[in-house]
């Protein structure tokens, strides 16, 4: 018999201190776009407002959220402690300074953006040196390192094209190529580093969640194959600006997310735990639609309009997709951290709450449902100019995402 | 009832808390020895290598083992060999899944 005593528990106020910032940043976000309306209707993607709350959302909800989970996670996938708290806090400060600062100077001036810009950068370099620190102390790397590995490769390179597009913005700097980077900033943040990021933490948590025992792991690699081929083929599109490479990318990353479907799926089929929980139902809901929205975003390719479609497909695989992914799950890690902080000291020595107890699983279904109705309500006013619509469906939206943030903020009272 | 038996039955008291299951009937129980002086040495592993839920389970055990009157000192030794199966479940256990 082996032992291990190795232990896997983070300090959860480092967790936390990303979560509660996320919270508050996704409530300003749908705050802006409400306001906003009009313009997202007339199809004015790119005005400082709409690049503010993109960045609210992207960056300060999603990246904030993401961080957060990585320094819980990390150790539990990959069996190795984090390199440095006391780093961690301080990489806290710094980012979310910067993500603050960066995101209200796009919606004044976002000229000025340049130097918010770099202190947000410093903060996810930290981050990145951090994980790069925490990572190659794991002994056996595995498929999962190459996945989240290529993902924080994926938000440097994201960072890096961001700061790039300010600086051409400003100073006129490889100008004949902005709209190749800013595609490349897109398809590095959306489908890079965070889809890979869901896929490789999917492996651990979808099994842990479902109680799944004896599937095999060999689709991971084709999956990793496929999607890593994708990325790389498009990206290389954007710059010689070749239609039949662009097509082949797009279908790259399509077969490779089906293959994660479908592989998914056969964990999920061989699971112990019959019913599974509502939160975690909808995470791996969120990979159909991701799938589905990948095949549609291929099929618009060979249409006429797909420069008209391509903005509303980005939005519904940000939220149908990673948002979705990332709520479902947050409802099983905050869950798990403030009970490992308030109760796993007294387990053994009274009875203590489920990790079931903790969190209202009874808004799931109502919530999540309403969330995918109002996102397709919204996907559908832009794509038919329905101000009515929209407002009616971003509303309906906004309030969803406060009342999701009011019961993660409500385990807290638990 | 001998202080071995005391140990299983204080064991069915610490649950996992993410599947609401006591670790006897999960399975996570491998030995449990106990010499002559009342020293017990619990054997254990968990549903999975990196279980978040490691120490906070391996503490609950000790705990509830050193809540039994009768023993001396503790030691939970945690192990990934063999590895859990479903097959080490007791029907108890994989009827509260669902099974």
Wanted: net charge positive; glycine share 6%.
């Amino acid at each position: 018999m082996v032992p291990n005593t190795m232990g896997s528990e983070t300090n959860i106020k480092l967790p936390f201190s990303f979560i509660i910032f996320s919270l508050v940043a996704l409530v300003l976000s749908q705050i802006l776009v409400l306001v906003n309306g009009q313009m997202l209707v007339d199809g004015s993607f790119r005005i400082p407002a709409i690049w503010s709350a993109a960045h609210l959302l992207v960056l300060g909800w999603a990246l904030m959220v993401a961080m957060g989970a990585m320094y819980q996670l990390v150790p539990v996938a990959f069996l190795t402690k984090i390199w440095n708290e006391k780093f961690g806090f301080v990489q806290f400060f710094v980012t979310a300074i910067g993500i603050a600062s960066f995101s209200w100077m796009l919606y004044v001036s976002p000229q000025k953006a340049l130097v918010p810009g770099i202190f947000m950068l410093l903060g996810i370099l930290m981050f990145l040196f951090q994980m790069f620190m925490t990572l190659r102390k794991q002994a056996k790397p595995n498929i999962l390192t190459a996945f989240v590995g290529s993902a924080l490769v994926c938000l440097f390179l994201t960072i890096f094209l961001g700061i790039t597009l300010i600086f051409s913005l400003q100073t006129g700097f490889a100008a004949q190529f902005y709209q190749a980077i800013f595609k490349s900033h897109l398809l590095m943040g959306v489908t890079g580093w965070f889809t890979l990021l869901i896929f490789g933490f999917s492996y651990k948590m979808a099994p842990m969640f479902s109680l799944s025992h004896g599937f095999p792991m060999i689709h991971a690699r084709y999956v990793y194959g496929l999607y890593m081929a994708g990325l790389a083929v498009t990206l290389i599109s954007f710059f010689n600006d070749n239609s039949y490479l662009l097509k082949s990318g797009f279908f790259l990353l399509f077969a490779g997310f089906s293959v994660f479907t479908w592989h998914v799926s056969i964990i999920i089929k061989k699971r112990l735990k019959k019913k599974l929980d509502h939160s975690f139902s909808y995470a791996l809901g969120a990979i159909g639609l991701g799938n589905l929205i990948h095949l549609a975003a291929f099929i618009a390719l060979w249409t006429d309009h797909f420069s008209i479609l391509i903005g509303p497909l980005v939005y519904l695989y940000l939220l149908l997709w990673i948002v979705l992914s990332i709520m479902g799950y947050l409802f099983k890690i905050v869950p798990f951290l403030w009970w490992t902080y308030k109760y796993s000291k007294e387990m053994g020595k009274k009875a203590v709450p489920s990790l079931k107890d903790v969190m209202n699983e009874k808004v799931v279904v109502p919530f999540f449902s309403v969330f995918v109705i109002a996102v397709l309500a919204v996907f559908l006013s832009i794509i038919f100019k329905s101000i009515l619509l929209f407002n009616i469906g971003q509303f309906v939206l906004s309030i969803v995402f406060v009342a999701i943030a009011l019961t993660i903020l409500g385990v807290l009272k638990k | 009832m001998n202080v071995k038996e005391k140990v299983i039955e204080a064991l069915r008291s610490v649950y996992d808390p993410e599947l609401n299951i006591n670790v006897v009937d999960l399975g996570l129980i491998y030995h449990v020895d106990v010499t002559v002086e009342n020293d017990v040495n619990v054997t254990m592993t968990l549903t999975t290598p990196g279980c978040p839920l490691h120490d906070s389970i391996t503490t609950g055990v000790r705990y509830a083992v050193q809540g039994i009157e009768e023993t001396r000192n503790v030691d939970v030794n945690l192990v990934w060999e063999p590895a859990w199966s479903p097959e080490k479940m007791t029907p108890e256990g994989l009827r509260l899944l669902g099974r």
